[in-house]
């Protein structure tokens, strides 16, 4: 009896490890403009929301330890109205190994200023993917979720939309709370529109290169000169897209991380190949063209 007691136990044990959570969050809370607020209370928070990212699954999928996506949270404070509510906004960020290197590639690089919450000091943030429950656990949700849905996109094509569609549902379950960032009306620059664009037909070619970009790309470029020859091959698509959208947020926010590491990468081409994927990145991404100028140089 006490033998199967013990195997049950380890049985146990090694599906609590097949199970790994998804995230490894790094979070850092900060209220350098508000002076009622203790540190004591600051730390508190910011290891609730770092046990919430950390310790739930968002997913049915099991990760290994060095699997987990790498991300962080830059939360600050602007004010507290002594009790349960504050204002804030965040600076959310997450990345992917590149095959065979010790560089991590940046996935989401994205402000958030309406980052407002209700939070009582000592109480837990709870979970749930079909009730909102708090404007905190909705927006820790929503973004868990986008950022593991980048992160699918980077290994297969067009493998976030199961994500991103669950942070849809977030969405659809905040509207209601009266929280600013989760409607069309509250801004262009929002959590409804980058979830909007990111499922909307009109981006699959975004999305497309981001898969072609890491896996046959970046992934490839430690071993031989395919990479280069992938990441060069995939461009021309993003020209597909409707010119008109390209001030939306989420190619703004896409190519507002990547520009200077895309410049670095196809420096290493030579230089008839350079003003080549210059004219097609400037065309892309007017946005960041003086990033790029440096491709046009010896």
């Known amino acids: 009896m006490i033998k199967r007691i013990f195997g049950l136990l380890v049985l146990l044990m090694g599906l609590g490890k097949l199970q790994a ?20 209370t600051i730390d508190a928070l910011q290891k609730t929301i770092r046990d919430f990212l950390n310790n739930n699954k968002f997913s049915n999928e099991s990760y290994k330890p060095q699997e987990r996506i790498e991300c962080s949270f830059v939360i600050t404070i602007n004010s507290w109205d002594g009790g349960s509510g504050y204002t804030a906004e965040a600076q959310i960020q997450s990345s992917r190994p590149v095959f065979n ?10 402000s958030d200023k309406n980052f407002d919450f209700n939070y009582l000091d000592g109480s837990t943030i709870d979970f749930s993917d079909q ?8 927006l820790l949700t929503y973004y ?22 669950k942070a849809q549902n977030i969405i659809n379950l905040a509207q209601a709370s009266g929280n600013t960032g989760w409607r069309a009306a509250d801004g262009l620059r929002n959590r409804f529109w980058f979830n909007e664009n990111v499922l909307n037909p009109i981006f699959s070619e975004l999305r497309s290169f981001i898969y072609s970009y890491h896996l046959s790309g970046l992934d490839q470029l430690t071993d031989n000169d395919k990479g ?7 461009l021309p698509a993003l020209q597909q897209m409707d010119k008109q959208k ?19 990468v196809l420096s290493k081409l030579n230089g008839q190949e350079r003003i080549k994927a210059y004219n097609m990145l400037a065309e892309i991404d007017p946005a960041n063209i003086g990033k790029y100028e440096v491709l046009k140089k010896n």
């Open 228 to 234: 280069l020859t992938q990441i060069m091959a995939a």
């Open 144 to 165: 868990a979720y986008t950022i593991i849905g980048m992160d699918k996109d980077s290994f297969s094509k067009m493998g976030g939309t199961p994500f991103y569609k």
């Open 101 to 110: 290197s010790s560089y991590n590639s940046t996935l989401l690089n994205m």
């Open 246 to 264: 390209l001030g939306s947020i989420f190619p703004n926010v896409y190519f507002a991380s990547k520009a200077e590491e895309l410049t670095n």
């Open 21 to 40: 959570q998804e995230l490894n969050a790094r979070v850092t809370v900060l209220a350098p403009q508000v002076s009622n607020i203790s540190k004591p």
């Open 131 to 138: 009730n909102y429950i708090s404007n905190i656990s909705a």
